[in-house]
């Protein structure tokens, strides 16, 4: 593709590709003229995708990336995120290539993003209750088990669908992103998120009804649950020391401070007395109870204050308008 006509474009849609080539052409057919470019990157796809699209697709927009070796879904998009930009894209558009997300509904997904209302824009599943009923049970519980997890560790308290696939991100946000630190692999889209918030991006969900065929997806829940869970922990202790203790300091940072200690030495007051009363069978004093009740009930209160601070302090202004 000429780079002329790249570099001129607005939106870059970013397909990652491994194991679509069923699905493939049908996705790049349904991408609009509202793109100027779309980067299809080849993950070392067995079924080699990008000769496939290469051989097939007429279409002068399209220009085909490879990875020597199988990186992960996330290393794909960043190949194409660094291409886009590299091209002069404004809208880094990503879509997966298992047809799930219809193309059609792009400009839906950006409109925000062109209105300044927001620097990263991403379908959410849920808000269709008749399309839910399409979506396999156990993908269902496993993504609502995500989404519950997502809130916490990336600060995006009003998001849902975390690991949804179809998004958009502005190219000003995208060039302040640590893309090497990000993950490489099916955690992509969360960690994102968590890094979306340590810049203070505005993040927006745009309803978006799912197209469920014979393609098999390459994320299995089962399979990533305990990795997403202990990643989703360590960025949620790292979010909290970035924007309450590096960042800034506040009293939702003192109500965090004060409030695990004083629920943890209750708690270990409480089981070590317990555990002794039944041992000894001596029934614990009033001041025993005492001095574990309150240092828990103290705790507790303090972090849900500090829960409270946090659900409203959801980034509100859009970051790219103040970027050069």
């Known amino acids: 593709m000429p780079r002329e006509a790249v570099s001129a474009a607005v939106i870059a849609v970013v397909i990652p590709c491994y194991k679509v080539r069923d699905q493939i052409l049908d996705v790049l057919a349904g991408i609009g003229d509202e793109c100027g470019a779309v980067y299809v990157v080849d993950d070392a796809c067995p079924e080699e995708t990008g000769k496939h699209v290469e051989a097939q697709c007429r279409d002068p927009r399209v220009r085909v990336l490879r990875h020597s070796e199988n990186r992960g879904v996330g290393a794909a998009t960043q190949t194409g995120y660094r291409q886009a930009l590299s091209d002069g894209a404004e809208i880094l558009v990503k879509l997966d290539g298992d047809g799930q997300m219809d193309p059609a509904q792009i400009p839906r997904l950006v409109r925000p993003i062109l209105d300044a209302r927001a620097d990263y824009t991403k379908g959410n599943r849920f808000y269709d209750l008749d399309a839910l009923q399409q979506m396999p049970r156990s993908r269902l519980v496993g993504n609502a088990v995500l989404s519950l997890v997502s809130k916490l560790s990336t600060g995006y308290w009003g998001i849902l669908d975390p690991t949804n696939g179809f998004t958009a991100l502005h190219a000003r946000v995208a060039e302040r992103l640590p893309l090497p630190k990000i993950s490489e692999r099916f955690f992509f889209e969360s960690d994102l998120l968590f890094r979306l918030n340590v810049l203070r991006a505005v993040v927006c969900d745009i309803p978006m009804t799912p197209r469920y065929g014979a393609e098999k997806s390459n994320l299995l829940i089962r399979r990533v649950i305990g990795e997403f869970l202990f ?6 202790l790292k979010r909290i020391a970035y924007n309450y203790f590096l960042r800034n300091f506040s009293v939702a940072s003192l ?10 030495f209750g708690g270990w007051i409480g089981v070590t007395r317990w555990l002794d009363s039944l041992v000894t069978g001596v029934p614990a004093t009033p001041g025993t109870v005492m001095l574990a009740a309150l240092p828990i009930v103290l705790g507790a209160q303090l972090l849900l204050a500090f829960l409270a601070h946090d659900v409203q302090d959801v980034p509100r202004e859009p970051l790219h308008p103040r970027l050069d």
């Open 231 to 236: 990643k989703h922990f360590a960025n949620t």
């Open 255 to 264: 109500e965090i401070a004060a409030g695990l200690p004083l629920l943890a």
